[in-house]
């Protein structure tokens, strides 16, 4: 919004903070850096900054357009930008975690009509989150503690910490697989 308004210097300020608290989405962040200091006329950063964003998401648009703008600016002024080349980051190879939740959340999760689920911000659950890596990962919730028991794996697309309500929020995706569920009657199937 800062930068709608032409307030380059705070929108600046305010994602420098971003990025260094390691607020997400990152390669927003950085892109959004890139445009401000492309208007600053800070070129040789700003296309640093856009190459950070295409480390991130090699495939963004409004980063590659960016690059490109920055690029184009450079030749105008004659401006010689360091070579920056986006690395091709590593496939993501997803890490795991088991969580156990009631009946009704499992009915809501599988059918697609729960897509964030909480827990407590505790430092149980921070060390979980760590030992399960960066999002995504899959989450395979239980209903009970049975090997009978109904269980789901569902990818969580990431993980918010949310400082006001004192909870982690788990964003779900795609469900994976169900065991010892039936869908359609949405109750275990022993």
């Given at each position: 919004m800062?930068q709608?308004l032409?307030?380059?210097e705070?929108?600046?300020s305010?994602?420098?903070?971003?990025?260094?608290?390691?607020?997400?989405p990152?390669?927003?962040?950085?892109?959004?850096?890139?445009d401000s200091?492309?208007?600053?006329?800070?070129?040789?950063e700003?296309?640093?900054?856009?190459?950070?964003?295409?480390?991130?998401e090699?495939?963004?648009?409004?980063?590659?357009?960016?690059?490109?703008?920055?690029?184009?600016l450079?030749?105008?002024?004659?401006?010689?930008?360091?070579?920056?080349?986006?690395?091709?980051?590593?496939?993501?190879?997803p890490?795991?975690?088991?969580?156990?939740i009631?009946?009704e959340?499992f009915?809501?999760?599988?059918?697609g009509?729960?897509?964030?689920e909480?827990?407590?911000?505790?430092?149980?659950?921070?060390?979980?989150?760590?030992?399960a890596?960066?999002p995504p990962f899959?989450?395979?919730?239980?209903?009970?503690?049975?090997?009978?028991a109904?269980?789901?794996?569902?990818?969580?697309?990431k993980?918010?910490?949310?400082?006001?309500?004192?909870?982690?929020?788990?964003?779900?995706?795609?469900?994976?697989?169900?065991?010892?569920w039936?869908?359609?009657?949405?109750?275990?199937?022993?």
């Amino acid at each position: 919004m800062l930068q709608v308004l032409n307030r380059n210097e705070e929108a600046e300020s305010w994602l420098r903070q971003g990025i260094e608290a390691g607020a997400a989405p990152l390669p927003d962040l950085y892109l959004r850096l890139g445009d401000s200091l492309n208007a600053k006329g800070d070129l040789c950063e700003a296309a640093q900054f856009l190459a950070k964003a295409l480390e991130e998401e090699p495939e963004n648009p409004d980063a590659l357009t960016a690059l490109e703008e920055s690029r184009q600016l450079a030749a105008l002024k004659g401006v010689e930008l360091p070579k920056v080349k986006p690395s091709p980051k590593q496939k993501h190879e997803p890490g795991n975690m088991t969580m156990n939740i009631h009946r009704e959340f499992f009915a809501n999760i599988v059918a697609g009509r729960k897509k964030v689920e909480y827990r407590d911000a505790t430092e149980y659950w921070e060390r979980r989150i760590e030992r399960a890596g960066e999002p995504p990962f899959h989450l395979r919730v239980i209903d009970g503690m049975t090997k009978e028991a109904p269980e789901v794996t569902v990818v969580v697309e990431k993980v918010l910490l949310n400082i006001w309500a004192g909870v982690y929020e788990f964003h779900l995706g795609k469900v994976i697989d169900v065991k010892n569920w039936d869908r359609e009657n949405e109750a275990p199937t022993r």
